[in-house]
């Protein structure tokens, strides 16, 4: 298999994770940071922008997932699959520290 499907495997999960938090934000009618924000990524976009950038993120990251062909058979790109979550998920538990409040 060619790296650029386990790279594949790392963005699908990066990406899914990152749907997550602006699809619960935006479903709870909470403002949240998205890349259409002033300033980028630090402002606060409405419940319905957060919604939509979840669905493409949901729609980006499906893509990507069927391109890697991720199955339990393949471990190595389950490891490419988490690790994508795991970095995500680390990295959106420091930017994101303190947004509930402002």
């Known amino acids: 298999m060619e790296w650029y499907y386990y ?6 999960g990066a990406v899914l994770t990152n749907s ?3 699809f619960v934000k ?8 998205t890349p259409f924000s002033k300033p980028h990524g630090k402002g606060l976009s409405s ?11 949901l729609l980006v990251g499906y893509l990507l ?13 389950l490891i490419a699959f988490f ?3 795991a970095c995500l998920s680390i990295f959106s538990s ?4 303190g947004k509930d409040k402002e």
């Open 83 to 85: 690790a994508g979550v």
């Open 26 to 33: 935006g479903v709870s009618g909470d403002k949240f940071p």
């Open 94 to 97: 420091i930017q994101f520290v």
């Open 20 to 22: 997550v938090p602006h």
């Open 47 to 57: 419940p319905l922008v957060n919604v939509v950038w979840a669905l493409v993120n």
């Open 65 to 77: 997932f069927r391109l890697a062909d991720i199955s339990l058979q393949n471990n190595f790109m």
């Open 7 to 12: 790279f594949s495997g790392f963005l699908s």
